[in-house]
C-alpha cells in the first residue's frame, strides 16, 4: 500500500492557461474521487469514478473542468481556460468497497 | 446533506484526553458517522466511523448518543502529531451519493 499519489504538488501558472493534474490511487482500488479545497475551508466533492465510469458530478464541477479515468486506474483533471478563483488545493481519494476513502496530500494550484 | 455541527476551536495538553463533540441532530436511520482528521499540509485521513455502537480503533474511540443526535471522537492521549482539523461526517450508505460532505471540522491544538 503506497497510497495515493498526486502530481504534481504545485502548480503555479497564468489565468487564461489550461491546467493538468495527475492521480494514481492505491492499486486495486476501483473507486476514486476528486475534491477541491480553498484556505479555511473543507474539501468539497468534485466527481467520482467507478472503475473507468464517471458515475457523479457536481454543480461545482463547470464546463472548464474535465475528469478522465481510462482504463480504470490513473486519473486525471484538467481545467481549462483557469480563473482567479481556481486557485485552491485539488485532493484526490479512492477506496475499495466497503472501506474509507484514502486521500493524497494534494495538488496546489496558483493562479497569477 | 445532513449537517454536523463541531466547535471551531479547541485545546488540549499533550498527553491528556481529548474529547471532540459533533451535533447532528438531523442524522438518519442509514448515516453512518465518520470522522477524519487533516494535518498541516496534508490531505484528509480516516480516523473512525460508526453507525450505532460505540467504536474503538488504534487511533481513537468513537462514543455515539442513544439516539444518534451528537457524537463525540475522543483521542485517548493527546500528543503533538494529533494537532490536526478533526471533520465529524454524515454519511448514508443508502443515498446513493459517493461523496463526503466536509463542514469546517474542529481545529485541534496540542500544548506540549
Known amino acids: 500500500d503506497t497510497g495515493v499519489s498526486q502530481n504534481p504538488r504545485h502548480k503555479i501558472t497564468k489565468r487564461g492557461q489550461n491546467v493538468t493534474f495527475r492521480c494514481d490511487p492505491i492499486?486495486?482500488?476501483?473507486?476514486l474521487y476528486w475534491y477541491r479545497q480553498t484556505l479555511g475551508q473543507g474539501p468539497e466533492f468534485l466527481t467520482y469514478?467507478?472503475?473507468?465510469?464517471?458515475?457523479?458530478k457536481s454543480r461545482l464541477l463547470s464546463d472548464r473542468f474535465s475528469a478522465e479515468r481510462p482504463k480504470g486506474s490513473f486519473s486525471t483533471l484538467e481545467i481549462q481556460r483557469t480563473e482567479q478563483g481556481d486557485s485552491a488545493m485539488y485532493l484526490c481519494?479512492?477506496?475499495?468497497?466497503?472501506?474509507?476513502?484514502?486521500f493524497g496530500d494534494g495538488t496546489r494550484l496558483s493562479i497569477l | 446533506d445532513a449537517k454536523t455541527t463541531q466547535p471551531n476551536s479547541m485545546e488540549s495538553n499533550e498527553e491528556e484526553p481529548v474529547h471532540l463533540p459533533c451535533n447532528h441532530s438531523t442524522i438518519s436511520g442509514t448515516d453512518y458517522i465518520h470522522w477524519y482528521r487533516q494535518l498541516p499540509s496534508q490531505g484528509p485521513e480516516y480516523v473512525i466511523h460508526g453507525l450505532t455502537s460505540n467504536v474503538n480503533n488504534r487511533m481513537a474511540s468513537l462514543a455515539i448518543a442513544e439516539d444518534r443526535k451528537s457524537s463525540t471522537l475522543i483521542l485517548h492521549r493527546a500528543t503533538l502529531r494529533d494537532a490536526a482539523v478533526y471533520y465529524c461526517?454524515?454519511?448514508?450508505?443508502?443515498?446513493?451519493?459517493?461523496?463526503?460532505?466536509f463542514g469546517k471540522g474542529t481545529k485541534l491544538t496540542v500544548n506540549p
Open positions: 492499486s486495486e482500488h476501483n473507486r
Open positions: 469514478f467507478q472503475n473507468e465510469a464517471q458515475l457523479e
Open positions: 461526517i454524515l454519511r448514508d450508505v443508502q443515498g446513493g451519493s459517493e461523496k463526503l460532505v
Open positions: 481519494a479512492s477506496r475499495q468497497a466497503n472501506q474509507p476513502q484514502h
